[in-house]
């Protein structure tokens, strides 16, 4: 018989039929005299075997071979990828450290060598030294030569390192960023205090022309500012509150003096012209840049959500919820306070009309928190 060369398989079924046909073959060897004595038919059911079983070992060959080029080209890819990732470290701006679950220093990019002020061989091995966290980013100190002190942020990410489970830091220098937001800090408090300069003077100017109503406007403003506390309002919505609860009355400057300080009964003329002090203050603060839509709430500040108020009777949702605070708190410490055509009238009495009209005149959330604020927690009016 011819001599076959055969590849030794590597898988399981691969294996099981070599050793079938390799058991065949010896058969024949070992007994070469059968071939003589055996009649045509065993000899074609033989060859038949030996071929099917010479056909599938080929088929589980060519599958092998197909099996080990595919993981050939696995890894070259994985080797290329790594060699890519590695590109992309080493060029990153940012410093970039691996560390190992213990927090030694795996490897570390030319840019982290810029930060540490050392070496990448200096790095490796060697304890981080700074606390790691893949929670948020964290800002570290790092004191880097004649630099001093600068300012890094530093984010961690869990990931596979040559096959381990490790940490990489990325550490970006913020210093410029930290020294900028200081730069703005202090130029908002700037603005921030020439905004209250601006308030007080408009504010002192309506009370100079009015002075029976002297401290009003400060005394609305804090109560209003009290009850958007209490309900829970943003920092942001309590403090446009308060500044146009400071002012709401502005375009009280536009009325005559005569009208103002009358201490009879207003005509009906008379009334007409101070329920114009709304629209007259909008136009007075609409140029004014305020982080805060104070024009429109001042604007709105005598709307009432049953459609009865003024300037352009307005109701339930078109009003402002900022405009219905400080309705609330307007006529509250005016029914509380004297004025020239009547004594006052007291805070109870002043509690009683907001309750009275709760849900028809004024919002029923404002109303129970402005009741709460005096009745439950002590409030008081400033004094004048």
Not at 10 to 38: D, G, K
Not at 66 to 89: D, G, H
Not at 151 to 167: L, Q, Y
């Amino acid at each position: 018989m011819p001599h076959l060369r055969l590849l030794l398989p590597r898988n399981p079924q691969a294996i099981a039929l070599f050793v079938n046909l390799s058991t065949l073959l010896q058969y024949f060897t070992e007994n070469n005299q059968l071939e003589v004595s055996m009649n045509a038919k065993t000899k074609n059911d033989l060859k038949t075997l030996f071929d099917e079983q010479t056909s599938l070992l080929s088929e589980a060959n060519r599958r092998l071979n197909v099996e080990i080029e595919s993981r050939i080209k696995a890894e070259e890819a994985l080797q290329k990828n790594e060699e890519s990732f590695r590109t992309i470290i080493d060029g990153n701006v940012d410093g970039i450290v691996v560390l190992d679950k213990n927090g030694f220093v795996l490897f570390a990019n030319p840019a982290a060598e810029l930060f540490f002020g050392r070496k990448a061989e200096n790095l490796i091995g060697k304890p981080f030294g700074y606390p790691v966290t893949t929670d948020e980013a964290t800002e570290l100190d790092i004191l880097r030569g004649k630099e001093g002190l600068i300012t890094v942020e530093m984010r961690v990410v869990e990931t596979k390192w040559e096959g381990e489970k490790v940490n990489l830091a990325s550490l970006r220098n913020i210093s410029d960023r930290k020294e900028m937001e200081e730069k703005l800090k202090d130029s908002l408090e700037r603005t921030r205090k020439i905004l209250g300069g601006t308030i007080m003077t408009v504010s002192m100017m309506v009370e100079i022309r009015d002075p029976y109503t002297a401290g009003h406007q400060h005394r609305v403003a804090d109560l209003a500012r009290s009850i958007a506390t209490e309900m829970n309002l943003s920092n942001q919505a309590i403090e446009g509150i308060r500044i146009s609860g400071s002012i709401h009355d502005v375009g009280k400057i536009s009325i005559p003096a005569e009208i103002l300080n009358k201490p009879g009964q207003l005509s009906k003329e008379e009334i007409r012209v101070i329920r114009t002090h709304p629209q007259v203050g909008y136009d007075i603060l609409k140029a004014i840049d305020f982080p805060y839509p104070v024009a429109k709430f001042v604007l709105q500040h005598h709307e009432r959500i049953d459609g009865s108020g003024y300037p352009a009777g307005l109701s339930g949702k078109d009003i402002t919820k900022e405009a219905k605070l400080l309705a609330v708190a307007d006529v509250l410490e005016a029914m509380s306070s004297h004025r020239p055509y009547r004594p006052s009238l007291g805070i109870n009495k002043a509690l009683e009309e907001i309750s009275e009209n709760r849900g028809v005149l004024y919002d029923a959330g404002v109303v129970d928190a402005c009741s709460k604020l005096f009745t439950e927690k002590g409030y008081k009016l400033p004094a004048i």
